[in-house]
């Protein structure tokens, strides 16, 4: 509950704030991109942890020295992989995780957190030597495990065993410990913690000369017991928002387009819905503008509603060193808007030449643009719900209570004009209906289905369909909100939920 923490009789903290490149922390899970091969993924690491001065050829030199240090030089061009898509082995990927940490030649301490889960012996067994050289070379290892075998125990130096509650029941050297806790193998020390409390442990521990001679004495010769002044912090030139942005710009694009599967599933979206558009609207109608609009506003929410919550942890490691939220929030929106945009003018051109809009008075590259707005809309949407959720079933579980309201208050269902107070408020909030309203205005004639088995009519003035979709007053010249006044609510929608999305990233950045 209180106490301090020194390293070299200095507060830790205040060295961590100096530099903070001076810890590395491996967490238990490989966080890692698996689209990426070894050496791109330890150089993009780099990359985010040296400053705007450091020439490509030393992030490389680095990434180099890694790779030696690791001994995984002959698989740097591999594919890292994972459980569905095979790459380099666990153990590998291990190496990989731990290699992100050394590139800072200034990492002074470590902390693996079980490095060893998951791996067959022989592997693990390859980590812990892995381990002992980095330690052997001048840097301090915290190893957190429950692998308690001889293999493992033969690369520690010291053993610190925690009673529940976090209470100090030993340090010192494992096989001392063995003698200590009167058990044949260190694995054994657990079962000894039932027989008494957690703070007869601690004291007891206190009371022992093994406490005076592995803790009380290294203090005195070490001189910690004297408090020093502490050190002149110089922190590091830290890297500018626009380094980090096309870091992750660059990164970002190189693991989407290296996602085949997902690439074909987004481009064969596009034409399947122009085909289904064509099949039951066969000619352009309100409600083919309206499932358009619907459309592509979907687009945009299906492709960015997992993306902040895919690679949550790796943002969380680089977080830590020093990266910000709106270089790693921007290099997402900007890869998820084009490919966005891409589908809604596919979308919207097919449907262009499929129902003939030039003879309506829709002019291509207007329709097409108000299309790919609905879409950055639905990206910006997609993006607050993957940052306001912990898991991808959660945030994916968002969008049919986002769309079903999108068609309820939109005006294709219930005339504006007829709505309650209450609905007729709520679609303001609406960004489906002032995309549909946008779509609309985009041309001068629309088609009118045929009603009571009567043939097709002619295409009719915007006037009919506005006024009873009730977009537009009773008068002639009162044609509701103009197309530029849409393009803004439509682009405002879009900054405030982008804007949404950064505060909420750091709210859960505090919380963490």
């Not at 892995?130 to 308690?148: K, M, P, W, Y």
């Not at 020390?189 to 521990?205: C, D, M, R, V």
């Not at 409600?287 to 949550?312: H, I, N, P, Q, Y």
Request: with cysteine; charged share 20%.
């Amino acid at each position: 509950d209180s106490g301090e923490v020194l390293l070299d009789g200095h507060d830790f903290h205040t060295l961590l704030a100096a530099d903070r490149s001076q810890v590395g922390v491996v967490p238990q899970d490989d966080i890692v991109h698996p689209e990426l091969t070894v050496a791109e993924s330890l150089a993009f690491s780099g990359r985010l942890r040296f400053s705007d001065d450091t020439r490509d050829h030393e992030v490389q030199a680095s990434v180099d020295r890694v790779l030696a240090e690791l001994g995984i030089e002959h698989i740097r061009d591999s594919r890292i992989g994972d459980a569905l898509r095979r790459g380099i082995s666990g153990g590998q990927r291990k190496r990989v995780n731990l290699g992100q940490e050394l590139l800072t030649s200034s990492t002074r301490l470590l902390f693996l957190d079980e490095p060893t889960s998951g791996l067959d012996p022989r592997a693990a067994s390859d980590i812990v030597r892995l381990v002992r050289q980095l330690a052997d070379r001048g840097r301090i290892v915290f190893l957190v495990t429950h692998d308690l075998s001889p293999q493992i125990m033969a690369q520690v130096d010291h053993l610190l065993v925690l009673a529940p509650g976090g209470r100090l029941a030993w340090f010192g050297p494992p096989r001392e410990a063995c003698r200590y806790f009167s058990v044949p193998t260190p694995d054994a020390i657990f079962s000894k913690f039932h027989e008494q409390t957690p703070e007869a442990w601690g004291l007891a521990y206190r009371e022992s000369p093994e406490f005076q001679k592995y803790v009380e004495t290294r203090e005195h010769l070490l001189g910690m017991d004297l408090r020093r002044p502490p050190p002149v912090a110089v922190a590091p030139k830290p890297q500018s928002p626009r380094t980090q942005f096309s870091t992750l710009l660059r990164r970002y694009l190189k693991v989407k387009l290296r996602d085949r599967v997902g690439f074909w599933v987004l481009a064969a979206q596009p034409p399947f819905l122009a085909l289904v558009m064509t099949v039951v609207f066969p000619r352009p109608t309100p409600s083919m503008l309206f499932m358009l609009a619907l459309s592509c506003l979907w687009f945009g929410m299906s492709v960015a509603v997992r993306e902040l919550l895919s690679d949550r942890v790796i943002w969380r490691r680089e977080r830590r060193v020093g990266v910000g939220v709106i270089p790693y929030v921007a290099s997402k929106a900007l890869v998820l808007t084009a490919i966005a945009v891409v589908q809604c003018t596919f979308l919207a051109l097919l449907n262009y030449s499929s129902h003939s809009l030039w003879e309506c008075g829709f002019h291509p590259l207007v329709f097409a643009a108000i299309s790919s707005l609905a879409g950055v809309v639905g990206v910006a949407l997609g993006l607050l719900m993957s940052a306001s959720f912990s898991s991808s079933e959660a945030a994916v579980g968002t969008l049919p209570l986002l769309l079903i309201p999108q068609i309820a208050f939109s005006s294709i269902l219930v005339s504006l004009r007829h709505m309650e107070p209450l609905a007729r408020a709520l679609s303001w909030l609406n960004p489906q209906r002032y995309a549909f309203d946008a779509l609309l205005k985009s041309g001068q004639t629309i088609a009118e289905p045929p009603r009571y088995g009567l043939e097709w009519k002619d295409p009719i003035p915007l006037t009919g369909p506005l006024y009873e979709y009730g977009l537009k007053g009773s008068s002639v010249d009162d044609m509701g909100l103009t197309l530029p006044t849409l393009v803004m609510v439509l682009s405002g929608f879009t900054l405030l939920l982008g804007a949404a999305t950064i505060l909420q990233i750091h709210r859960r950045d505090r919380e963490g």
